[in-house]
T-cell receptor
Framework: EAQVTQNPRYLITVTGKKLTVTCSQN?????MSWYRQDPGLGLRQIYY???????DKGDVPEGYKVSRKEKRNFPLILESPSPNQTSLYFC????????????FGEGSRLTVL | QKEVEQNSGPLSVPEGAIASLNCTYS??????FFWYRQYSGKSPELIMS????GDKEDGRFTAQLNKASQYVSLLIRDSQPSDSATYLC?????????????FGTGTQLKVEL
Protein backbone atom coordinates (compact mmCIF):
# COMPACT_ATOMS: atom_id res chain seq x y z
CA GLU A 1 0.00 0.00 0.00
CA ALA A 2 1.31 3.42 -1.00
CA GLN A 3 1.79 5.51 2.09
CA VAL A 4 3.68 8.15 3.98
CA THR A 5 4.44 7.07 7.53
CA GLN A 6 5.22 9.45 10.37
CA ASN A 7 6.36 8.68 13.89
CA PRO A 8 5.56 9.43 16.59
CA ARG A 9 1.91 10.32 16.04
CA TYR A 10 1.65 12.01 19.42
CA LEU A 11 4.40 13.42 21.60
CA ILE A 12 4.53 15.55 24.73
CA THR A 13 7.98 16.85 25.57
CA VAL A 14 9.66 19.62 27.52
CA THR A 15 11.47 22.72 26.39
CA GLY A 16 14.98 22.04 25.17
CA LYS A 17 14.78 18.27 24.84
CA LYS A 18 15.87 17.33 21.33
CA LEU A 19 13.46 15.27 19.32
CA THR A 20 13.13 13.78 15.86
CA VAL A 21 9.96 13.10 13.92
CA THR A 22 10.55 10.47 11.28
CA CYS A 23 8.91 10.36 7.85
CA SER A 24 9.14 7.56 5.35
CA GLN A 25 7.46 7.04 1.98
CA ASN A 26 7.29 3.88 -0.12
CA UNK A 27 6.35 5.44 -3.47
CA UNK A 28 9.85 6.32 -4.71
CA UNK A 29 8.89 10.00 -4.66
CA UNK A 30 11.59 12.56 -5.31
CA UNK A 31 9.94 15.44 -3.48
CA MET A 32 9.26 15.51 0.24
CA SER A 33 8.15 18.32 2.51
CA TRP A 34 7.27 19.14 6.09
CA TYR A 35 4.35 21.34 7.10
CA ARG A 36 2.97 22.57 10.37
CA GLN A 37 -0.69 23.35 10.81
CA ASP A 38 -1.96 25.82 13.37
CA PRO A 39 -5.52 27.12 13.88
CA GLY A 40 -6.21 30.12 11.67
CA LEU A 41 -2.82 29.89 9.96
CA GLY A 42 -3.35 26.89 7.72
CA LEU A 43 -0.56 24.71 6.41
CA ARG A 44 2.85 26.36 6.46
CA GLN A 45 5.88 24.77 4.88
CA ILE A 46 8.90 24.22 7.13
CA TYR A 47 11.44 22.54 4.85
CA TYR A 48 11.36 20.65 1.61
CA UNK A 49 13.60 18.34 -0.36
CA UNK A 50 13.76 18.02 -4.13
CA UNK A 51 15.84 14.83 -3.95
CA UNK A 52 18.51 13.05 -1.95
CA UNK A 53 20.92 15.51 -0.31
CA UNK A 54 18.92 18.48 -1.66
CA UNK A 55 16.97 20.40 0.98
CA ASP A 56 15.78 23.98 1.30
CA LYS A 57 13.92 26.23 3.69
CA GLY A 58 10.21 26.80 3.47
CA ASP A 59 8.25 29.61 5.08
CA VAL A 60 8.90 28.83 8.74
CA PRO A 61 12.25 27.00 9.08
CA GLU A 62 13.47 28.59 12.32
CA GLY A 63 14.09 26.03 15.05
CA TYR A 64 13.99 23.03 12.71
CA LYS A 65 16.51 20.92 10.82
CA VAL A 66 16.08 18.23 8.19
CA SER A 67 18.19 15.75 6.30
CA ARG A 68 17.64 13.62 3.21
CA LYS A 69 20.25 10.89 3.14
CA GLU A 70 17.95 8.34 1.53
CA LYS A 71 15.18 8.89 -0.96
CA ARG A 72 12.49 7.35 1.23
CA ASN A 73 13.28 9.13 4.52
CA PHE A 74 13.00 12.79 5.51
CA PRO A 75 13.27 13.28 9.29
CA LEU A 76 12.40 16.56 11.00
CA ILE A 77 14.67 17.50 13.88
CA LEU A 78 13.88 19.93 16.66
CA GLU A 79 17.23 20.57 18.34
CA SER A 80 15.85 22.59 21.23
CA PRO A 81 12.05 22.60 21.15
CA SER A 82 10.14 25.58 22.49
CA PRO A 83 6.44 25.97 23.35
CA ASN A 84 5.79 27.90 20.12
CA GLN A 85 6.61 24.71 18.23
CA THR A 86 3.54 23.04 19.70
CA SER A 87 1.64 22.16 16.56
CA LEU A 88 0.33 19.47 14.23
CA TYR A 89 3.04 18.40 11.81
CA PHE A 90 2.54 16.76 8.43
CA CYS A 91 5.05 15.14 6.14
CA UNK A 92 4.13 14.97 2.47
CA UNK A 93 5.63 13.60 -0.71
CA UNK A 94 5.07 13.78 -4.45
CA UNK A 95 6.63 12.44 -7.62
CA UNK A 96 8.39 15.72 -8.26
CA UNK A 97 8.40 19.34 -7.17
CA UNK A 98 6.47 20.25 -10.32
CA UNK A 99 3.24 18.69 -9.16
CA UNK A 100 0.89 19.85 -6.45
CA UNK A 101 -0.41 16.32 -5.99
CA UNK A 102 0.90 15.63 -2.52
CA UNK A 103 0.47 12.53 -0.42
CA PHE A 104 0.34 13.35 3.28
CA GLY A 105 1.31 11.33 6.30
CA GLU A 106 -1.18 10.94 9.14
CA GLY A 107 0.30 13.78 11.14
CA SER A 108 2.27 14.13 14.36
CA ARG A 109 0.78 16.16 17.18
CA LEU A 110 3.56 17.69 19.22
CA THR A 111 3.17 19.47 22.54
CA VAL A 112 6.16 21.28 24.05
CA LEU A 113 5.73 22.20 27.71
CA GLN B 1 -3.21 40.22 0.11
CA LYS B 2 -2.82 36.56 0.97
CA GLU B 3 -1.37 34.47 -1.83
CA VAL B 4 -4.18 31.93 -1.73
CA GLU B 5 -7.32 33.13 -0.01
CA GLN B 6 -10.43 31.32 1.16
CA ASN B 7 -13.32 32.16 3.44
CA SER B 8 -12.86 30.23 6.65
CA GLY B 9 -16.56 29.54 7.06
CA PRO B 10 -18.19 27.57 8.42
CA LEU B 11 -20.32 27.10 5.35
CA SER B 12 -23.50 25.27 6.28
CA VAL B 13 -25.66 23.56 3.67
CA PRO B 14 -28.56 21.15 4.01
CA GLU B 15 -28.13 17.57 2.89
CA GLY B 16 -28.76 17.21 -0.84
CA ALA B 17 -27.91 20.83 -1.64
CA ILE B 18 -25.01 22.17 -3.70
CA ALA B 19 -22.04 23.41 -1.70
CA SER B 20 -19.93 26.08 -3.37
CA LEU B 21 -16.41 26.71 -2.10
CA ASN B 22 -14.34 29.56 -3.47
CA CYS B 23 -10.67 30.42 -3.61
CA THR B 24 -8.70 33.34 -5.06
CA TYR B 25 -4.98 33.45 -5.78
CA SER B 26 -2.48 36.23 -6.26
CA UNK B 27 -0.07 34.87 -8.87
CA UNK B 28 -1.46 35.39 -12.36
CA UNK B 29 1.15 32.95 -13.65
CA UNK B 30 -0.19 29.99 -11.66
CA UNK B 31 -1.16 27.17 -14.01
CA UNK B 32 -2.42 24.40 -11.76
CA PHE B 33 -4.80 24.29 -8.84
CA PHE B 34 -5.68 21.71 -6.28
CA TRP B 35 -8.45 20.99 -3.82
CA TYR B 36 -7.70 18.97 -0.70
CA ARG B 37 -10.23 17.67 1.80
CA GLN B 38 -9.27 17.40 5.47
CA TYR B 39 -11.49 15.68 7.99
CA SER B 40 -11.13 16.81 11.59
CA GLY B 41 -7.99 15.31 13.10
CA LYS B 42 -6.91 13.74 9.81
CA SER B 43 -4.43 14.60 7.09
CA PRO B 44 -5.29 16.47 3.87
CA GLU B 45 -6.29 14.31 0.91
CA LEU B 46 -6.22 15.44 -2.71
CA ILE B 47 -9.69 15.31 -4.27
CA MET B 48 -9.43 17.48 -7.41
CA SER B 49 -6.84 19.10 -9.61
CA UNK B 50 -7.51 21.48 -12.47
CA UNK B 51 -5.15 22.92 -15.04
CA UNK B 52 -7.33 24.57 -17.70
CA UNK B 53 -9.97 27.26 -17.69
CA GLY B 54 -13.47 25.94 -17.39
CA ASP B 55 -15.01 23.05 -15.51
CA LYS B 56 -13.70 19.65 -14.52
CA GLU B 57 -16.16 17.11 -13.17
CA ASP B 58 -15.45 14.02 -11.08
CA GLY B 59 -18.52 12.36 -9.66
CA ARG B 60 -20.34 14.81 -7.40
CA PHE B 61 -17.40 17.23 -7.48
CA THR B 62 -16.83 19.96 -10.06
CA ALA B 63 -13.81 22.23 -10.05
CA GLN B 64 -14.12 25.53 -11.91
CA LEU B 65 -11.17 27.67 -12.95
CA ASN B 66 -11.22 31.26 -14.18
CA LYS B 67 -7.67 32.43 -14.76
CA ALA B 68 -8.67 35.90 -15.91
CA SER B 69 -10.40 36.54 -12.59
CA GLN B 70 -7.88 34.48 -10.62
CA TYR B 71 -10.36 32.32 -8.85
CA VAL B 72 -11.03 28.63 -8.56
CA SER B 73 -14.08 27.03 -7.03
CA LEU B 74 -15.26 23.62 -5.95
CA LEU B 75 -18.90 22.59 -6.26
CA ILE B 76 -20.20 19.60 -4.39
CA ARG B 77 -23.55 18.38 -5.68
CA ASP B 78 -26.01 16.38 -3.57
CA SER B 79 -24.01 17.20 -0.43
CA GLN B 80 -23.83 14.44 2.16
CA PRO B 81 -23.00 14.59 5.88
CA SER B 82 -19.82 12.69 5.00
CA ASP B 83 -18.71 15.75 3.00
CA SER B 84 -18.44 17.74 6.24
CA ALA B 85 -14.76 18.64 6.38
CA THR B 86 -12.35 21.49 5.77
CA TYR B 87 -11.50 22.07 2.11
CA LEU B 88 -8.08 23.46 1.29
CA CYS B 89 -7.28 25.22 -1.96
CA UNK B 90 -3.66 25.12 -3.17
CA UNK B 91 -1.77 26.75 -6.02
CA UNK B 92 1.88 27.14 -6.99
CA UNK B 93 2.90 30.71 -6.22
CA UNK B 94 6.08 32.18 -7.67
CA UNK B 95 8.53 33.11 -4.94
CA UNK B 96 12.21 33.98 -4.87
CA UNK B 97 12.98 30.28 -4.71
CA UNK B 98 10.72 29.29 -7.58
CA UNK B 99 7.18 28.00 -7.65
CA UNK B 100 5.98 26.96 -4.22
CA UNK B 101 2.74 25.13 -3.57
CA UNK B 102 0.82 27.44 -1.27
CA PHE B 103 -2.29 26.49 0.67
CA GLY B 104 -5.21 28.63 1.67
CA THR B 105 -6.35 28.45 5.28
CA GLY B 106 -9.32 26.31 4.29
CA THR B 107 -13.11 26.54 4.33
CA GLN B 108 -15.01 24.46 6.85
CA LEU B 109 -18.08 22.83 5.32
CA LYS B 110 -20.93 21.49 7.44
CA VAL B 111 -23.63 19.44 5.77
CA GLU B 112 -26.69 19.32 7.98
CA LEU B 113 -29.35 16.62 8.05
Amino acid sequence: EAQVTQNPRYLITVTGKKLTVTCSQNMNHEYMSWYRQDPGLGLRQIYYSMNVEVTDKGDVPEGYKVSRKEKRNFPLILESPSPNQTSLYFCASSLSSNTGELFFGEGSRLTVL
Amino acid sequence: QKEVEQNSGPLSVPEGAIASLNCTYSDRGSQSFFWYRQYSGKSPELIMSIYSNGDKEDGRFTAQLNKASQYVSLLIRDSQPSDSATYLCAAPILTGGGNKLTFGTGTQLKVEL
